[in-house]
């Protein structure tokens, strides 16, 4: 098999397979919070507070640049679809005339906000390189499959906005109305599994660090409350027409 054949084959896979990737990242988190040395941040109150919201704003900003590109995207464009590549139209413009990939790129801050909370700077550069090695071949495949269902269009599009780090000199303005309702309707789920995230570092670093098993106050508020989110837009998106527009996916 030809080696772009066999990139295809397995972009297509991992991409079928993609979200699973966090909880990969999960495992992984459990033994590198057990050897990392928190006595140094403990002692520095100010410095955890820093780090902290410093994970906490990465992870933010991989959920805004989400909600940009999921907001204003065409029907049966970007989503969650997870068996096959689906495209009935070509995003170009908007965040799409800066970045290929946004959702990917999106992807990558609100996962690596958690990892940062971890603390651990080799975790940090492990999942990146992880991220990817494993991104790559889903982007790879992925433009196979534009190239082949827009043609030309897209060999135009591609080779002028760059595959993941954002460039601005060809930033056009999208016609497409920002839609508050998609982002609450698509990305709740990922916004709650962001938060869980946080909140599993968090419980695992006690753990280890002071040998008890139990629940800390506020992560019982913080999960609870990120579930209680999660419960009532998925029961809005489901059993009401509140959430529903006409032309968006």
Same mark, same amino acid.
């Given at each position: 098999?030809?080696? +772009?054949?066999?990139?295809?084959?397995?972009?297509?896979?991992? *991409?079928?397979?993609?979200?699973?990737?966090?909880?990969?990242?999960?495992?992984?988190?459990?033994?590198?919070?057990?050897f990392? &040395?928190?006595?140094?941040?403990?002692a %520095?109150?100010?410095?955890?507070?820093?780090?902290?919201?410093?994970?906490?704003?990465?992870?933010?900003?991989?959920?805004? #640049?989400?909600?940009?590109?999921i907001?204003?995207?065409?029907?049966?464009?970007?989503?969650?679809?997870?068996?096959?590549?689906?495209?009935?139209?070509?995003?170009?413009? $908007?965040?799409?005339?800066?970045?290929?990939?946004?959702?990917?790129?999106?992807?990558?801050?609100?996962?690596m906000?958690?990892?940062i909370?971890?603390? %651990? @700077?080799?975790?940090?550069? #492990?999942?990146?390189?992880?991220?990817?090695?494993?991104?790559?071949?889903?982007? !790879?495949?992925?433009?196979?499959?534009?190239?082949?269902? *827009? $043609?030309?269009?897209?060999? &135009?599009?591609?080779?002028?906005?760059?595959?993941?780090?954002? $460039?601005?000199? %060809?930033?056009?303005?999208? &016609?497409?109305? !920002?839609?508050?309702?998609?982002?609450?309707?698509?990305?709740?789920? $990922? @916004?709650?599994?962001?938060? +869980?995230? !946080?909140? *599993?570092?968090?419980?695992?670093?006690?753990? !280890?660090?002071?040998?008890?098993?139990? *629940?800390?106050?506020?992560?019982? #508020? @913080?999960?609870?409350?990120?579930?209680?989110?999660?419960? #009532?837009?998925?029961?809005?998106?489901? %059993?009401?027409? @509140?959430?529903?527009?006409e &032309?968006?996916?």
């Open positions: 098999m030809a080696l +772009i054949h066999s990139l295809e084959k397995n972009g297509n896979f991992l *991409f079928r397979y993609r979200g699973e990737f966090p909880v990969m990242l999960f495992i992984m988190a459990v033994p590198v919070i057990y990392t &040395d928190y006595s140094l941040i403990y %520095n109150p100010v410095l955890y507070t820093i780090l902290t919201s410093f994970a906490v704003f990465i992870s933010f900003l991989g959920q805004y #640049i989400r909600a940009i590109a907001g204003t995207s065409q029907k049966l464009t970007s989503g969650r679809n997870k068996y096959e590549q689906i495209a009935e139209a070509l995003n170009t413009k $908007g965040i799409y005339s800066t970045v290929r990939h946004p959702l990917y790129l999106g992807n990558y801050f609100m996962w906000g958690i990892i909370f971890t603390f %651990n @700077i080799w975790f940090i550069i #492990i999942a990146s390189l992880l991220f990817w090695v494993y991104y790559e071949r889903i982007m !790879f495949a992925e433009e196979r499959f534009l190239e082949r269902k *827009f $043609g030309q269009m897209y060999v &135009d599009w591609s080779m002028k906005v760059p595959a993941f780090v954002p $460039g601005f000199k %060809n930033y056009e303005k999208t &016609d497409i109305p !920002f839609s508050f309702k998609t982002i609450l309707r698509r990305e709740y789920s $990922g @916004i709650t599994a962001t938060v +869980i995230g !946080f909140v *599993f570092v968090d419980f695992f670093r006690c753990l !280890f660090t002071e040998k008890e098993l139990k *629940f800390h106050l506020h992560q019982v #508020i @913080i999960l609870g409350a990120a579930l209680l989110y999660s419960l #009532i837009l998925r029961t809005l998106k489901h %059993n009401t027409k @509140i959430l529903y527009e &032309d968006r996916s």
